[in-house]
């Protein structure tokens, strides 16, 4: 895949004018922050750290977690619903390569998996598929993926291949997010910008996010997102018995 070639000059020595219009500060926003990006770089360690970090947590999830969860969700999906335990899609990766990203099945078998985002209400969704995808149960599988160096455990999400192909033609900097490794949770998914993309304007707030991630890389950073994304999946799962209580 053909990456995006970046030839931007700011004058510093004129005062620069912000825009007044909507689509204007947009424009500026990510003229602004793509070269906050070009002049950062993580520290000499970030790398290995990270990689450390990504292995250790793979390797005590899938032990300690997916031994045992594997099997029972699994044998859910084979007695609710026809097709196979996991869901393989073709995903942009690293530096625009493809990789096959692995998820527990939560849809019936459809023709437009690859090209349809799935929405709130999709009806292609199965009863045990709405669980495992509000509690991001349905992604634990991409702890294979980041023991593999496929993925990190932080990042921005991959999209699927069509998706890249489409919003890196209408969308500045777009291909930015490529320049690191995808993750399974980033800065754009603990600020709420999960799931569905509905409107072209929530896209350049995930990817502002995304950039943001970028140019502020660290050990804290990623840590302080993990943190933050564990909190939000424990409350999901205890939504249930909490609103019961509630009654």
Not at 215 to 233: H, Q
């Amino acid at each position: 895949m053909k990456q995006a070639t970046l030839d931007i000059t700011l004058e510093r020595s004129a005062p620069q004018v912000i825009p007044q219009s909507d689509i204007a500060n947009i424009r500026y926003m990510f003229l602004e922050m793509n070269q906050q990006y070009m002049d950062h770089q993580p520290a000499s360690y970030y790398y290995t750290v990270k990689r450390i970090m990504d292995v250790t947590i793979s390797v005590v999830f899938i032990a300690l977690i997916m031994s045992w969860l594997t099997p029972i969700i699994a044998l859910l999906i084979k007695l609710t619903s026809k097709g196979p335990v996991f869901f393989i899609q073709k995903r942009t990766g690293y530096m625009g390569v493809e990789f096959n990203c692995l998820k527990f099945r939560t849809m019936f078998i459809n023709d437009e998996a690859d090209i349809k985002q799935v929405s709130i209400n999709d009806k292609r969704i199965t009863k045990l598929g709405k669980f495992l995808r509000l509690t991001h149960i349905d992604e634990t599988p991409q702890f294979f993926n980041v023991l593999l160096g496929e993925m990190s455990v932080v990042g921005p999400r991959p999209h699927m291949l069509y998706h890249t192909r489409y919003y890196s033609e209408c969308i500045p900097y777009y291909n930015l997010r490529l320049e690191v490794q995808p993750g399974m949770t980033g800065m754009a998914q603990i600020k709420d910008y999960i799931g569905e993309i509905s409107v072209e304007r929530e896209l350049r707030k995930r990817i502002q996010w995304d950039i943001y991630y970028m140019k502020n890389r660290s050990i804290g950073l990623d840590l302080k997102i993990l943190i933050s994304t564990a909190g939000s999946v424990f409350r999901k799962i205890l939504q249930p018995f909490t609103k019961k209580k509630d009654k």
